[in-house]
């Protein structure tokens, strides 16, 4: 696992209506949004194992 790639999480459909929208408005750069998006789905992923990795101890 590098920094540079981290895993992330799944697209979702709520994720793209999200982006989609927030890109339609002129005040937000599309670059902010994307990088926004991506540090989101890389903080999902990373909660999500180590969510895993609790319940698999009990």
């Known amino acids: 696992?590098?920094?540079a790639a981290p895993p992330l999480i799944?697209?979702?459909?709520?994720?793209?209506?999200?982006?989609?929208?927030?890109l339609a408005r002129a005040r937000i750069e599309p670059s902010y949004i994307i990088?926004?998006?991506l540090w989101r789905r890389a903080h999902q992923a990373k909660a999500?194992?180590?969510h895993l990795k609790s319940k698999a101890q009990l």
């Open 35 to 37: 990088a926004w998006s």
């Open 1 to 3: 696992m590098s920094a």
């Open 48 to 50: 999500r194992r180590a």
């Open 10 to 22: 799944r697209w979702s459909v709520q994720e793209i209506r999200r982006i989609a929208t927030r």
